[in-house]
């Protein structure tokens, strides 16, 4: 199996082709990186800059480059001693243009004697035979029209078009008289919460989900995947959303098995504690969880109790109980009912209890989902958990316990029945949508730490802890990626690290909070809280991308507005707030006052950030861009285009450069991070040999809890954390790190240091608050 040693995401889109990707290669080369990691190609809906909405599974999609333009990454990539990874969606089918979808234009002429019918996971019973299609405003059919096409007819809705049956329309039919006939139903957008009968990508109607567990749905599904790993133009894959598949373990052995046993990963999101199922066939993780370890090195855990009373909120496993509970009975109500209608007649005391008891279990759930017998115990837990919060209907839960985790189909060779399958595909949604997309706006002390994979309210991480955790990774999942920065973070890298300086400035940002709450009011303190973090992390953001940010965020938050019912007068608060941010003297001062207090703290945290994340045990990935400082937002701002010429251009200049104090004048300038990424991935790239174990290195001194270090099996990587405290404890005075006697050299700036068995910290952090270190021999 090839496997890399390094990866760079590049999001593929009509803007940037595989042909733009080709040309980069050169570039990626010189920055150090050993694979190019590819968002998805294959054929999406018409103008998807993200990809996951596949249409055509069949073809590569012609508006990122095509089957031509993969041929010429591969051969660049190849050409220059580097890999392909690309992503892959195996969940779901983008359907908001049907007709650019024909296995769901076939379904949906046809119904349930399409031959796509199969691929598609839909109640038809629920629906009376039909597919429900929520598409309809508050003109209900008012505005359908049947139009003539050359294969007969289609009903049109303002732009969206669905095909007619054979035989169940004529030129002059009455519109709603001929969709009465058909194998769907055009329904209002608002019915999906309760009646949609079919199964869909976390709450979004236009993404319905697909069974690959069914062998010639996978088959069709993966042949152009499949043709990539035949004709060696591709060398792994990171598989999106494997919670969301009826069997992920068959699925991976499956893949491993049609790709040759190439180098598969999954984003798969664990939570505090969890491990992967044993036996699965990958090699771990897109990094999430090392994202949420890292972030934590760098929060001073004595700022967690002033920051807290800052904007008091509710505890954060009481809010995620609601949240979810709400998404439960809200936006994922129809999956819930769907899971209702599974459970046998007679099988709970009370079948009205039935529903309520599904969602609460649904709320109480302490993982993503389960995979059955692995997480037999989550389901336990859920059940006590739902049982505690609800005495009323614990006979219910309980009585739906065996049939959530059926202990006797454990045995292998058994399968697993279609409500506990279900119930393990709903859990995942469930949590998705009440933490990530609601709590996670919500608990608002601080927001560094509200990201996927993470427990906001485990608010740091001490040395040693960290040291064991990433002891255990280089033994238990050394090829497992690790990352900062994706399409998906809540926050850039860098936005976080400057977020993250608030906890040792906690009275500071309390009060700095209270003062811009007064300036500009919200009447929401903890989404008040939230913005201005936003604020400080991003500045300097422009005003637009401030606006759409502010906006989203609240939305999301769901207390003072919501996306389907937005309060006009709150928002007129919350934007008027973001205008206040570059129009109002005292609002513009506090905010770049306090950037400019924190900045230098903020800019040594993400360089050290980054640092131990390209050294650290794992496959390490660097976002698209973030070489240089990274102060994005949410997603649509995470995924804006990169201009590569600067970069280009600075790896160029730093590559000329041989004096050590030229490097050192760079300070916080974005060539710093440049500099510091291109040198470890080179290393990395260039000198395996050097990152095959993992050794904490021994630190002592009046600042040593300051420092943090570690020994890769040649390569050392030494690092600042809490910088603030540092300073006002006067510096690094007697800290020292311990390692053999000899000569070392510092790979970032070519410095030199000598040890005795001691390394003085103020020398080895003369330069940059990082330091990766390798042992020169003679």
């Known amino acids: 199996m090839k496997t890399p040693r390094s990866t760079y995401r590049l999001q593929i889109r009509p803007g940037f082709t595989l042909y733009d990707a080709a040309e980069l290669v050169p570039y990626l080369r010189d920055l150090g990186v050993h694979w190019v990691y590819l968002s998805p190609i294959l054929t999406a809906e018409t103008g998807s800059d993200h990809g996951y909405d596949v249409v055509d599974p069949t073809t590569v999609d012609p508006a990122r480059g095509g089957r031509a333009g993969l041929e010429s990454l591969s051969q660049a990539a190849h050409a220059a001693g580097m890999g392909v990874l690309v992503d892959i969606v195996p969940n779901h089918m983008g359907v908001a243009t049907p007709k650019s979808n024909r296995w769901w234009w076939s379904l949906l002429a046809e119904g349930r004697g399409s031959r796509y019918a199969e691929a598609f996971d839909v109640d038809w019973d629920a629906g009376a035979g039909r597919i429900r299609l929520p598409v309809l405003g508050d003109d209900e059919l008012g505005q359908l029209e049947l139009a003539p096409v050359d294969d007969g007819f289609e009903l049109r809705y303002h732009e969206h078009a669905f095909p007619v049956a054979a035989g169940t329309a004529t030129a002059g039919d009455d519109a709603r008289a001929v969709h009465d006939r058909q194998h769907y139903e055009l329904v209002n957008w608002r019915r999906a919460d309760n009646e949609l009968n079919y199964r869909r990508f976390f709450g979004v109607n236009s993404l319905a989900g697909l069974r690959v567990e069914v062998p010639w749905v996978f088959d069709e599904s993966h042949a152009q995947i499949r043709s990539w790993f035949d004709d060696g133009l591709v060398d792994g894959l ?28 999954i984003e798969k999101i664990l939570e505090p504690g969890e491990a992967l199922p044993a036996g699965w066939q990958c090699e771990g993780t897109t990094g999430y969880d090392a994202l949420a370890d890292i972030d934590r090195l760098f929060v001073d855990p004595e700022g967690s109790g002033i920051l807290s009373e800052a904007a008091p909120v509710e505890g954060y496993h009481p809010m995620i109980h609601d949240t979810k509970r709400a998404i439960a009975d809200g936006l994922l109500h129809s999956e819930v009912l769907r899971l209702a209608r599974l459970v046998p007649a007679g099988a709970v005391p009370d079948p009205d209890a039935v529903v309520d008891a599904l969602a609460e279990i649904l709320s109480c759930f302490p993982v993503y989902r389960s995979y059955l017998p692995d997480g037999a115990g989550h389901v336990e837990a859920a059940v006590i958990a739902a049982r ?25 060779g058994t399968t697993l029945g279609e409500l ?15 933490v990530e997309d609601t709590a996670f706006y919500r608990f608002t002390r601080l927001t560094s730490l509200n990201e996927v994979g993470a427990d906001p309210s485990l608010f740091a991480l001490e040395p040693f802890d960290l040291h064991t955790r990433l002891a255990a990774r280089q033994l238990d999942l050394p090829l497992s990626m690790t990352a900062l ?15 993250s300086v608030l906890a040792e400035l906690p009275r500071e940002w309390a009060g700095t909070l209270q003062r811009l709450d007064a300036l500009a009011p919200l009447g929401d303190l903890p989404f008040a809280d939230l913005l201005w973090q936003a604020a400080v992390g991003a500045y300097p953001a422009g005003r637009e991308r401030a606006h759409a940010y502010a906006e989203k ?99 160029a200049e730093l590559d000329r450069i041989d004096d050590r104090a030229q490097l050192r004048a760079l300070g916080a300038d974005a060539r710093a991070k440049l500099l510091m990424v291109s040198r470890v991935l080179r290393l990395r790239r260039d000198r395996p040999g050097l990152f095959t174990g993992y050794e904490a290195v021994a630190t002592s ?49 070519g410095g030199h240091h000598t040890s005795d068995g001691q390394l003085r910290a103020a020398d080895v952090f003369a330069d940059y608050p990082g330091a990766l270190l390798t042992r020169q021999t003679d």
Request: with cysteine; hydrophobic share 40%; aromatic share 6%.
């Open 238 to 265: 990171r598989i999106d959303h494997p919670d969301g598949l009826a069997d992920p373990a068959g699925y991976l052995a499956r893949l491993r098995q049609v790709t040759g046993g190439a180098y598969l990963l």
């Open 388 to 412: 505690i919060h609800r005495p009323d209907i614990a006979e219910a839960i309980t009585a739906l316990h065996p049939l959530l985790d059926p202990g006797n189909q454990h045995d292998a």
């Open 420 to 434: 506990p399958t279900r119930f393990q595909q709903t859990s995942g949604m469930v949590m998705a949508k009440g």
């Open 485 to 499: 920065s994706t399409h998906d973070t809540k926050r850039g890298e860098d936005t976080r690290a400057r977020i």
């Open 553 to 651: 965020a609240a939305r999301e938050a769901g207390n003072s507005t919501t996306w389907t019912d937005p309060d006009e007068q709150f928002e007129a608060r919350l934007h008027a707030a973001v205008d206040a941010a570059y129009d109002n003297p005292e609002v513009v001062s506090l905010v770049a006052g306090l950037v400019e207090r924190i900045q230098d703290a903020g800019w040594s945290n993400g360089f050290c950030a980054k640092l131990l994340q390209l050294a650290m045990p794992g496959v390490p990935d660097v976002y698209q861009g973030t070489e240089f400082w990274n102060r994005s937002l949410v997603d649509p701002d995470n995924r804006r285009s990169v201009d590569f010429a600067p970069r280009q251009e600075a790896l």
């Open 701 to 749: 001194g009046a600042a040593a809890g300051h420092l943090f270090a570690f020994d890769r099996g040649g390569a050392i990587a030494a690092l600042t954390r809490l910088p603030i405290g540092l300073a006002a404890d006067g510096g690094w005075r007697d800290t020292v790190l311990h390692l053999a006697p000899g000569a070392y050299r510092d790979e970032i700036t």
